[in-house]
Structures are given as C-alpha cells and as structure tokens.
C-alpha cells in the first residue's frame, strides 16, 4: 500500500489546475486553427476564380464562446465591398449566389464539398499541430 502526502497531493492538484489554462490558450487554440486553416486552404482551392476577391476574402476566424471549455474557430468569407473600374463587389453575396445558384445561374458549391471531403484531412491537421505543441511545451510546464 502506498501512502501519499497530503502536501504532494496539493501540488499536483494545483499545478494540474495552472496547466489547463496553459495547454488551453497555447496548444488547443493553435490546434483548431490548424484544422480551421486546412478548410480555408481548400475552400480557396475549390472557389471559382474570376478576379480572386473571392478567394482573398477567406479567413480563419477565432468564435469567443461564453464557455471556456469550448475552442471553436470558423474558416468564414469576409464581408468586402471592393471598388473597381466596374462597381462594388460584395463577396458574402457573391458567395452566397456561387454556393446556391440563382434563377439563371446554376450553382458551383465549393464551401459543402469542402466540409464533406476533406475533414479528416483538417482533424490530421489539429492532431499534429497538438502534439509538435505540447511535446515543446511540456518541458515549460515542468513535465
């Protein structure tokens, strides 16, 4: 039988209570935007390029969520009015009309695709980007 010292205890219990706060906000956000990254890349591969505003205005976007627990990052298209020699261009729009289609447009869905293609390959993304980061700073975190 083993006997623990209640102080020992104590400081493992505390310093488990630092580390997540720790493994948090350095490893676990890095690690969904590694996946959310890999989403953007091949939404912009998959995107139509006709003058490339389209493909520009997607981003990786950090969701600041109520509950801590919860890391959610977003690969979204970036509301952009640009002006040109021609007019205004909306790309959320724009966007919108490529993914659905309209009345004499058919539609060309890169966003959907995206999603059902290539999850395994942003989770693959997340899992190695995770363990790089919390091999190098587990030794930070006296480990």
């Known amino acids: 039988m083993q006997v623990v010292d209640q ?3 104590e400081a493992v219990l505390k310093s488990l209570k630092q580390l997540t706060p720790n493994i948090e906000k350095n490893v676990l956000v890095g690690a969904t935007r590694a996946g959310a990254a890999k989403m953007r890349d091949r939404m912009r591969d998959k995107v139509s390029k006709r003058s490339g505003a389209l493909a520009k205005a997607i981003y990786v976007k950090r969701v600041r969520m109520s509950n801590r627990r919860l890391i ?3 690969a979204t298209i970036r509301k ?8 205004r ?9 490529l993914e659905y289609g309209t009345a004499k447009m058919t539609p060309k ?5 995206t999603l059902d293609g290539n999850y395994n390959e942003a989770v ?14 587990k030794k930070k975190w006296g480990f």
Do not use: C, H, I, W
């Not at 952009?80 to 007019?87: A, I, M």
């Not at 693959?124 to 700073?137: H, I, N, P, W």
């Open 89 to 97: 261009k909306n790309t959320q729009q724009y966007a919108y009309y």
């Open 124 to 137: 693959t993304a997340a899992r190695s980007y995770f363990v790089t980061r919390f091999a190098k700073d």
């Open 80 to 87: 952009k009015v640009l002006e040109n020699g021609k007019g």
């Open 109 to 113: 869905p890169f966003v959907r695709p």
């Open 7 to 9: 102080k020992e205890l």
């Open 72 to 74: 959610m990052q977003r």
